[in-house]
């Protein structure tokens, strides 16, 4: 199954079912994409809702070089423990939405991510059972603000601006989502990065053990794998795509400051 949080018509905030077998195309920005939204006993066409972004974390805890081709393309290695860094809730932008550029900054790239949504309060747990806390993946964007990322050791204002985490469009089941399983992401049409869950350097059952050793995860918190080789920069007016295999097509915009 894959849920998906919307707002209705009527500007209820609803949390459905997208009935889509494929997952190729749910959540396109143009309301075109097959299948449709069920809520109770009413089902709804992409297009005459406000996709929501499918949880809401109170945190997302993101990992750095976890793809050894990423590492390499910034002239850098694969640490020996997973590197972490947090975005905050604010950080969190919706499918369909336009992110702003942040004035006077000269880059920020896109970077596709498979995030882990978590299912319940966790804490220590062990890598054998870690998939028992994961209620499912969904597509991220780590957009990076490498202006001010260079400049600092904490990343706040390189990760953790406003609308720095565009999130969605659905949480899929795990069963839904191929060790595999494909990661591609479109720059206004354009394959920019397209690589596989299956090279990640720490898997999921790793990073969930590591994460729970030092902080407590919470129901909607979302684990951002890494981001694969192929990092670019952004520009108004480009259109983002992040297609999971499994989990369906993130969309979204970039507008000027």
Known sequence: MKRVRFRDPSGAVRTGEWLDDDGGTAGDAAGTAE??????????????????????????????????????????????????????????????????????????????????VVGEQCRNVDEADAMDVVDGFTCLVDLSNRDDQRQEQNWVRGKAFDGAAPLGPVVAD????????????????????????????????????????????????VIATGTPEGVGPVAPGDDIEVEIEGVGTLRHGISAP
Not at 110 to 116: D, K, P, S
């Open 35 to 116: 299948g449709q939204l069920r809520f109770a006993d009413r089902t709804y066409d992409p297009g005459e809702v406000t996709l929501l972004p499918p949880c809401e974390p109170s945190k997302i805890v993101c990992i750095g070089r976890n793809y050894a081709a990423h590492a390499e393309e910034l002239d850098d290695e694969v640490p020996d423990r997973p590197l972490l860094f947090l975005k905050p809730p604010n950080a969190v932008a919706p499918p369909r939405s336009d992110v702003p550029l942040l004035p006077g900054i000269e880059r920020m790239d896109y970077e596709a991510e498979l995030g882990v």
């Open 174 to 221: 795990p069963d839904h989502v191929p060790a595999d399983a494909s990661i591609r992401l479109r720059q206004n049409g354009e394959v920019k990065q397209d690589s596989s869950r299956s090279r990640l350097f720490f898997d999921v059952p790793e990073l969930v053990a590591e994460i729970t050793r030092y902080l407590t995860l919470e129901p909607g918190d």
